[in-house]
Structures are given as C-alpha cells and as structure tokens.
C-alpha cells in the first residue's frame, strides 16, 4: 500500500492530476494571498507598536540578532547587494520551480507538498490579517535599522519603498511581517530538497536555502527573529492540517464531481456481432447468443442444424439423442 513520505500527508494521489487544472488552481491560491496582504493593512500605529513589543520580547530573550546583521548588511555591499537581490526574487522563482518539478518527476507526492504548501499560506494569511506588524525598516531612526533595499536600491529593480517593482511599493502592504513566508516557503522547499532530492548536493541546498534565507530577512531588516520563527511555526501548521484539507477536497469532489459512468467490457471475436453486452459493476449479468436470428442457450441445439450439416438424403437413422429436446446431449 502506499504511504506518505512526509510524515501525516497521504502521498497517492486519488485522481489523475492535469497540469491544466493545477496551474489555474495554484495561481488563484496566489492571487488571493496576494489580494489578502493588500487588503489586510490594519492600522499603522498598531503595526509599529506589535513590531516594538516583539524588540522588547526578543531583547528580554536575549534573541536580539537583527541589528548586527543589519550593520553588517549595511557596511559590506557585497554581502548587502546579492541579499536583497535573495530577498526579492528567490521565494518567487524556487518555490514554483520545485512544484513543477514534483509534479513531474515525483507525482506520487506532489499533491501532498501542494496542499501543504496552500494549507500553511492561508494560515500565514490569517496571521498578516490579525496581527499587522511593522518590518525593522519602517521603525524610527533611533531604533537603529537600516533599510538596505533602499541604501542598495540604484543596484536592482526594486524601489526604496518595498521589494516591488519601482514606483508599485504602494501596492503591496508593508506591514504584513508576521510571520514571514520567506522562511516557511524556504522551510518548504528544504523538507522537500532533502527527502526527494537523492543527491548530497540536494541535502546541502536543503539545509543552506532556509538558513541563509533567515539570515538575509534579519539582515536587511525586513523581519525579527521572531518572524521567522513563526513562519516555521506556520509551516507545521500546515503540514497537520493538510491531510484534513486533502480528505476534505476528496469529499468534495466525489459529492460535487461527475458521476461515474458505467464501462462497457471489450466485446471478443467469439461474440463481436452477436450483440453481446456486458456491464461492469453490476449486481447481475446478463448475455444473450443470437446466431441466424433464433436465440438460443447452452445446451441448446440450434434449429435446423442437422439440415445445414448433413446433405439431403444422407442423413443418418434416428438415434437416442435425437429422441427429444430435452434429451441429455452424448458424452464426449
């Protein structure tokens, strides 16, 4: 029987996936996130008063790791550059490049990885929604971050405003920082490298993609730790509510989907063209023999038949089994 690889997700898929039916369906999961950030701003002061108090417990657990990396960001542009250009294009390209490549060379988990994936999104969605949070970089100058994708912004496309594209930084919602998908798409993205990955080169990007990636949201100060550690707190989410979702998508397919059809069995040279039909799945089955327009059954003798095999006048002297028709037939 087959079983999931990741551990609570059922890996079979029931129905044979289409990529026709996927790209639609993935794009409108992204459509709406995207469409959530927006709407979900909250108010701007409680947004930097959620950013201050996670500082304040972050300092009281001497987890304060932000503001060297931010420095260090800030000092070396060769560190800074290639990490804003991380922060702003990888978790777009990564992520639906792995998608594809499960849905092709490891179909038997994609749809698996996929409903954990959307699952964990929506929850993230939920979070930017109740609990608006303003990113390190929109803080006041004396708490001491630097915004590095505006410092390095003359180097990529993005302006100083966000990640956006130059001059769209107004419509995408800054303080949707809590928690940050950057590192639970990144977590995704690891788990799956290293389970389906086959090579050491696989394990190490594994490892490496969402380490680095924590470091670089920390670094150019667009998320806490506290962010990150909650992205991955979403992903585990996900990954438990994912087989709820997927028994809940089956249930809703077979109620609401097409109903089956009944299959008709291929008709064999011995009954093509006597009319023979066959219906799987029924209760009974039923058959009929038409042979020169007189339906017959086992057992039976066709009419006419001593006619048709023996020449007129030759025909032999009656014997026992031709006494009567519901005389038993000679052994063979």
Sequence with gaps: MPHADIAGVEATPRTRLRWWTELPLILLVYACYSAGRLLARGDVSTAVDHGLAILDIEKALYLNAEHPLNRLFTREPWIGVPADFWYASLHYLITPVLL??????????????????????????????????????????????????????SYGWWGGEASAPKGLGGMTNQYAAMPSLHVGWALWCGVILWRYGGTRLTKVAAVAYPLITTIVVMG????????????AAVMGAGLLLAPYVMRIMDRARARFGPGATPVAAPV??????????????????????????CQTSAG?????????????????????????????????
Excluded: K
Excluded at 115 to 120: E, G, V
Excluded at 307 to 331: K, L, N, T, V
């Design 220 to 231: 150019t100060a667009n998320h806490y730790f506290l962010d990150a550690a909650a992205g």
């Design 300 to 332: 039976e003798r066709i009419p006419r038949q001593r006619e048709s095999r023996f020449a007129s006048g030759a025909e032999p002297s009656a014997s026992p089994q031709d006494a009567g028709d519901g005389a038993p037939a000679p052994a063979r």
């Design 268 to 293: 064999g040279p011995a009954t093509r063209g006597a009319g023979a039909t066959v219906t799987v799945g029924s209760a009974a089955t039923s058959s009929s023999i038409v042979s020169g327009g």
């Design 100 to 153: 594809v490549w499960l849905f092709r060379s490891r179909t038997v988990h994609y749809r698996a990885a996929r409903t954990w994936l959307m699952t964990s999104t929506f929850i993230g969605l939920i979070g930017f929604t109740l609990l608006p949070t303003c990113p390190p970089r929109l803080l006041a100058d004396g708490h001491g971050f630097v915004d590095t994708m505006a410092q390095y912004s």
